[in-house]
Structure formats: structure tokens, C-alpha cells
């Protein structure tokens, strides 16, 4: 799945419970790893397209896709009287984010570097050229691609697994981040409006 990157912005409102809606929580943790596209040239260009919200902004922004890592960059609104929990669990989820596409970014790049190789590899074993008489690459067929594609998901088994491990455990810090927030924000509503916390 390549997703192109548009110039469109997402809006997305805040849950009073959660921080987020549910459309944009399957958005950000769908898989990250396409099948098509080229390998960019320079396997360092990990910078993000920059984007800009309204600075009078009172909610969250989802920017296009990333045409790297595939994934949408958010900037988190910060409230004007953000407390010092609530800037633990922005940064969290800031860092997590950066993290996460660190991760996809790296692992597409390889990943079609590595597809590329291989269809080549493939091609002159049979005796063809890259492209054919008429200009046009030449693919593989679908057998032949599931070769290479077990054998990358066989490769790369244990980064996968540590992967998955570290994005749970992100993940479950940041709910529970969400829920003391949660928390602390109705039991301010319920005092009228309290100190922060």
C-alpha cells in the first residue's frame, strides 16, 4: 500500500476521554510497510515535510503522509494551561511518533532496495534486461515475489519482534498517561476549575 502525499490537512477533534477519535487511533497504528514505489535515493533523507496549523488551532493536526515512512506527522495542540502531566504524555507521544517513523522510514527504504535487487538478480538469471523492447520495467511474477518476500519477513523476524514489543509497551504508557489525564481533568471540572496538576 503507497500512499501519495497530498497537500490536504486533517482536522482532528479532541475525545474528552482519550485525546483522540477512533478514525485517526486505526490511521496511526495501521501498518507502515508498502509494497510498490522506488527506493529513494539517498537512504539519510529521514526529515519530515513540514506543515503549519493556524497558531489559534484548539485541536490536533494530521499532515499528508510522509513519502518515506508512510505515515501521517500530527502536531499536538498544547493547551494554554497545559499541566506538567499532560506535557509528559505530549512528549511521549511526540517521541513515540518520531520513533515510529524512524523506524518505517529505515525499513521501507531497505525494503525496496532490497525488492530491487532482487527483481534484477531475477531478471538476469533468466536472461532479460531491466526493461523491455518497448521501455517498459519489467516485473516478476507473483510466485516469484513471494520468495523474496518471505524471505525479508524471515530476515527481519527479530527486528519486527522487538519492534512490536517496544511499540505495546509505548503504547500501554501512553493509555495509562491518557487515563490519569482523563482523571485529573474531571476531577478539576468537578472542583470548578482547581489548581493544576
Partial sequence: MNVSATGTLLLRSQCPYHGR????????????????????????????????????????????????????????????????????????????????????????????????????????????????????KRTLSSEDMAVFYKHFLDKNFKRHADYNREWYRRNFTITLLMARVALLRTWRRLRGGGPAV
Fill in 21 to 136: 477519535n477512533a478514525l485517526s487511533l486505526i490511521i496511526f497504528t495501521c501498518s507502515r510497510l508498502h509494497s510498490t514505489g522506488q527506493a529513494p535515493k539517498q537512504a539519510n533523507q529521514t526529515k519530515r515535510a513540514s506543515f503549519s496549523p493556524s497558531s489559534s488551532s484548539k485541536h490536533d493536526w494530521i499532515g499528508p503522509a510522509d513519502r518515506l515512512s508512510n505515515l501521517r506527522p500530527i502536531i499536538y495542540h498544547i493547551p494554554e494551561n497545559e499541566t506538567p502531566l499532560e506535557r509528559r504524555l505530549r512528549h511521549l507521544r511526540q517521541e513515540t511518533e518520531d520513533w515510529n517513523h524512524q523506524f518505517w522510514t529505515n525499513q521501507n527504504i531497505t525494503f525496496n532496495k532490497q525488492k530491487e535487487e532482487y527483481v534484477l538478480t531475477q531478471l538476469k538469471a533468466k536472461g532479460q534486461e531491466e526493461r523491455d523492447e518497448k521501455g517498459k
